[in-house]
């Protein structure tokens, strides 16, 4: 599998983003808790609460798709409900199984960087900020 057979789309306040090109984070873990027993007994795992890392998606910056929802974008900042999922794909661009999905708030959204003397890809991004695990 490689990392281009995902298809990752996107939900603000129940408005489909539809498919974005880049994700990172979104890792899981947990607080470890571990208690020593007496009479020089191995320490035993008592397991513990789990945390899933923060989520950002990027893609590249359409004028027509994305300046006309940017700004309603900023202004949902801390308060809309967001929808990431990661739909893996076959080699034929088919979904494959249940898709990998985060919830949460939308934590950050970054417009395109700006510089005169460059002529790279302008990129969107939006941080998901967790809630609970991912199902």
Not at 107 to 126: F, G, M, N, Q
Request: with cysteine; net charge neutral; aromatic share 6%.
């Amino acid at each position: 599998m490689r990392k281009d057979q995902y298809d990752t789309t996107v939900s603000v306040d129940g408005v489909n983003l539809g498919t974005w090109d880049s994700l990172t984070g979104g890792g899981v873990d947990s607080d470890e808790l571990k208690y020593k027993p007496g009479a020089m007994a191995p320490a035993v795992s008592l397991g513990g609460s789990v945390t899933v890392d923060q989520v950002v998606v990027g893609r590249l910056y359409r004028l027509q798709r994305d300046h006309l929802r940017v700004h309603w974008l900023i202004n949902r900042v801390g308060k809309a409900n967001m929808v990431v999922k990661k739909q893996p794909l076959d080699p034929d661009g088919n979904a494959f199984g249940k898709p990998i999905t985060y919830r949460g708030v939308l934590k950050r959204c970054t417009p395109p960087e700006v510089d005169s003397t460059s002529t790279d890809p302008a990129l969107l991004e939006l941080e998901l900020s967790p809630e609970g695990t991912v199902t």
